[in-house]
């Protein structure tokens, strides 16, 4: 047993966005090509991510994703001052998403993520 979320996060452009719902696939952002992998945040790691890397971008996406579903894709590995992040080694299949919605924020600042109906 793991004490390992078994859900995360990517941030997409609208655009990253709709070649997802598109494609029913999406293969990674530049930096995750780059990278080799696609880059994911937990709850708790997701507003760090989002101020570092998307600090004043418009039209972003939150998508949830069902870690358990991609299986031995997934890998946590060290990252930003030292925390393991989820990386998947692979393309994001639309069917690992259980929720995605605008990225939104609450009257008090926190963070709304998606959830499922």
């Known amino acids: 047993m793991t004490d390992r979320p078994l859900l995360a996060y990517k941030v997409l452009t609208a655009d990253q966005m709709a070649a997802l719902e598109r494609d029913g696939a999406f293969a990674g952002a530049p930096v995750d ?23 004043g971008q418009q039209d972003l996406w939150l998508v949830a994703v069902d870690l358990a579903v991609l299986g031995d894709a997934v890998r946590w590995e060290t990252s930003r001052g030292g925390a393991l992040f989820p990386h998947i080694y692979g393309t994001l299949p639309l069917d690992a998403v259980i929720a995605y919605s605008e990225l939104q924020y609450e009257p008090d600042g926190a963070l709304r993520l998606p959830v499922t109906g």
């Open 33 to 55: 090509m780059a990278d080799g992998y696609i880059h994911l945040s937990t709850a708790g790691q997701l507003g760090g991510t989002i101020d570092k890397h998307f600090a």
